[in-house]
T-cell receptor, first 114, second 116 residues
Framework: AQSVAQPEDQVNVAEGNPLTVKCTYSVSGNPYLFWYVQYPNRGLQFLLKYITGDNLVKGSYGFEAEFNKSQTSFHLKKPSALVSDSALYFC????????????FGGGTRVLVKP | EAQVTQNPRYLITVTGKKLTVTCSQNMNHEYMSWYRQDPGLGLRQIYYSMNVEVTDKGDVPEGYKVSRKEKRNFPLILESPSPNQTSLYFCASQFILPGLAGNEQFFGPGTRLTVL
């Protein structure tokens, strides 16, 4: 069965510093990978996705993610974090072979301090 | 404005009292889904629907029902709620074409349910 792991429950970073949120998945085959962000009292918002092609994907709000097939990872990055990036981030994976089921990681809370 | 709406946003109820959480989308999406969010567990799928009158179970369907009589609406029904259904619920929708797997989902604002 496919699964997604976000190994850090929380990431703390100072404003202006690089931000990385880790995500690994377990499944064989070619995955479709997504990152979503959840701000307080809001639904999830789509940030970016990897379907095929270039391993480096650019998304909304200056975020990017790198697909690494050999390490089965899809880490989310931002070169310079803002206080407004403080939120809950979810990685998700989908496989055609698994009936297109979308599986989410447990979420990582990001706290950006001024 | 393209959006997914849910009602109510907050609900406190008692064990056994039937309730319905409504979900509506205005984007003409074929696919709709319900999730529950619990701390540390991420989002788990309850039910999904590929189109009108087509619904199927997700990972945690026990204690829930859904219906899809119209394309835009996908209500979640708890016939006899129990305290273990206390959670944050999200409705989501997306297009099926050009490929279901590669399309992102659009989420509603969430419904926080407490069952006493």
């Amino acid at each position: 069965a496919q699964s997604v792991a976000q190994p850090e429950d929380q990431v703390n970073v100072a404003e202006g510093n690089p931000l990385t949120v880790k995500c690994t998945y377990s499944v064989s085959g070619n995955p479709y990978l997504f990152w979503y962000v959840q701000y307080p009292n809001r639904g999830l918002q789509f940030l970016l996705k990897y379907i095929t092609g270039d391993n480096l994907v650019k998304g909304s709000y200056g975020f990017e993610a790198e697909f690494n097939k050999s390490q089965t990872s899809f880490h989310l990055k931002k070169p310079s974090a803002l206080v407004s990036d403080s939120a809950l981030y979810f990685c998700a994976v989908r496989f055609k072979a698994a009936g297109n089921k979308l599986t989410f990681g447990g979420g990582t809370r990001v706290l950006v301090k001024p | 404005e393209a959006q997914v709406t849910q009602n109510p946003r907050y609900l406190i109820t008692v064990t056994g009292k039937k309730l319905t959480v409504t979900c509506s989308q205005n984007m003409n999406h074929e696919y709709m889904s319900w999730y529950r969010q619990d701390p540390g567990l991420g989002l788990r799928q309850i039910y999904y629907s590929m189109n009108v009158e087509v619904t199927d179970k997700g990972d945690v369907p026990e204690g829930y029902k859904v219906s899809r009589k119209e394309k835009r609406n996908f209500p979640l029904i708890l016939e006899s709620p129990s305290p273990n259904q206390t959670s944050l619920y999200f409705c989501a929708s997306q297009f099926i074409l050009p490929g279901l797997a590669g399309n992102e989902q659009f989420f509603g604002p969430g419904t926080r349910l407490t069952v006493l």
